[in-house]
Structures are given as C-alpha cells and as structure tokens.
C-alpha cells in the first residue's frame, strides 16, 4: 500500500509545488535515533562520554548543544541504558526538540503547555528554564495523561502541576506569561515507513476545528505582551497558515518573526514569512512553527 494517499499528494503540490518530489523523498526515509540529555541530571558532556563508552557513534545537533544524533542503533537499544532508565536522556525527534527552543522559557515564569502527552516538550521547557519555571500541563484523554505523569516524574523535573482535563476547559481568568500549543493535527509530516499514520480529508478538517478553538483560548489565556508558540507535526497549510490567518486578527495575536539564524540547519519549505515549515528529510520530521505575541 502507498504511504501516502493521492488527496495529500495532491494537497503537497497545490501548496508547494516543485518541493513535491523533495517532500514525497523525505517522508519515505527512516530516520536515525535522536535524544536530548536531561541537564537536571546529568551534563552533556557526561552523557556523550558514556554513549561513547557503551559504543554509540554520536554526531552534535547543530541548533541545541544538549542533543545527539545517535547513528548506528535503534532506539530499542538506547533504552536498555542506565542513562535512559535514569531519566537521564530523553528520545526525542529533531523537530520536536524545535517549539521549546523558540518558546525560550526563563526562570520564574508561569507557561502553560496546553496539550502536553507524551511529555517530551514539557520536559524540555522545564530543561531549558534550570527547572525554575512553573508550568502547567494539560492532557485530556487519560491514558495519554498516564504517559505524560510517567515521562515528568521519570525525567524528575521539578514545578510542574499535571492536569488530566481540556485545556477548553481551563478557566478564562487565568493568565500565563508563556504558553506552548503544540496543536493536534493530522501528522501529514511524520509519515514514514516507520510509523504509517492513516490521514483522511475528514481528518485534517476536523483538526482544523480543533485548533482554531485551542489557538483562541490559548490567546485568552495568555497576559498582553506575553509569547505563544503555536506548531504542528503537519505540513498542511489548512492546519498552519490558514489557522492563524482565521484566528490571530481577531484574538489579539501578532505573529512575531524568527530567527532563522538559530536553526540554519533546519529545512525549510516555502511558507508564511514569519514562521518556519520543516521540510522532512533523512533527519527531520515535517513541522510547522509560529511565534505570536498577545498585543491587546
């Protein structure tokens, strides 16, 4: 059966055209194994040390100091290892490492990461702040939010009240200096040989729905002059450009522009200005990224 059904192929060459065969080229790659090392318990540089010791061969991440690309096994391997058993390093793909990069979290704020299972981006917003911000992570379907429980207790990061519930259901009053929507989406850009994913029209429309009502809550949650980072593991501008142009001007959301600079290694697909579309290839799922900021 063919990875991906003729409406998307068709879809991807509507949206960027001679980038078909680039894109089609990259969703039928199978990725090495990719991880992020958890500084709260252990340094990079131990962590690459052992890997090496236990006969990893590793190459650097050009964009993030503290993740590996790990080329000569699977990720069955790397976790049999005490360092992943520990919590010490997190499997995590390249793209996904991405949205907490661009959220920047600091010390002391208070960041909501609305729709949170597995974790992994959880884990790392609190990384990235030294364990100092305080953040709130919802999930709403229960088996998913066991997951989620399981990888923040196992990664030991500190400060973070885990809720099983909608964040639709979050109260209005509340206001948070930063916030992750890291949206559900169709997946358009993690297929792979690996993991088929089943993607039908119905699918990205109701996707669709579902992430122009969190985009809006997101922003009503969010305090003026506050940052939000809205990102999708889809390629598909129905759930990416489309989305913000349908909510940002009437919810108080000013997309904020990139530095691309910081993520010169990652490969771009043609998009909206101010936000980044991963093109997949042999590292890279596909990945959309926007920064807002709440104007009013």
């Known amino acids: 059966m063919d990875l991906i059904p003729e409406f998307l192929k068709d879809t991807f060459n509507r949206h960027y055209g001679d980038n078909l065969a680039r894109i089609l080229a990259g969703l039928s790659m199978t990725r090495p194994v990719t991880l992020r090392v958890n500084t709260l318990k252990i340094s990079s540089e131990q962590a690459k040390s052992a890997l090496i010791k236990m006969g990893f061969k590793i190459k650097p991440v050009g964009f993030y100091a503290d993740a590996f690309i790990i080329e000569n096994a699977k990720e069955s391997e790397l976790q049999k290892t005490e360092l992943y058993l520990r919590g010490e390093i997190y499997l995590q793909s390249l ?4 949205p907490p990069l661009l959220l920047e979290p600091k010390s002391g704020e208070n960041i909501l990461d609305m729709t949170a ?4 981006k959880t ?3 609190s990384v990235l702040s030294g364990g ?3 953040i709130t992570a919802c999930e709403r379907d229960k088996i998913r939010f066991d997951r989620l429980k399981y990888n923040v207790q196992k990664q030991g990061v500190p400060r973070v009240n885990l809720l099983c519930t909608d964040a639709l259901k979050l109260d209005d ?3 948070f200096d930063k916030i992750l929507l890291d949206a559900p989406c169709s997946g358009s850009g993690t297929l792979s040989p690996d993991v088929p994913v089943k993607i039908s029209p119905k699918l990205v429309s109701n996707c669709v729905v579902l992430q122009k009502n969190l985009l809006k809550k997101a922003l009503k949650l969010l305090k003026k002059g506050g940052m939000l980072v809205y990102s999708t593991c ?3 501008k129905e759930e990416n450009e489309n989305v913000l142009d349908a909510v940002l001007s009437q919810s108080g959301g000013e997309l904020m522009p990139i530095d691309k600079n910081r993520f010169t290694c990652v490969p771009e697909l043609d998009g909206m200005a101010e936000t980044v579309t991963v093109c997949p290839d042999e590292l890279f799922e596909g990945f959309f990224l926007a920064l807002i900021k ?3």
């Open 117 to 120: 299972a597995p974790g992994g």
């Open 95 to 98: 793209s996904s490492m991405l």
């Open 294 to 296: 709440k104007i009013k």
């Open 132 to 134: 100092e911000s305080l």
């Open 123 to 125: 884990c790392e917003i």
């Open 173 to 175: 009053f509340l206001r």
């Open 234 to 236: 889809s390629i598909l």
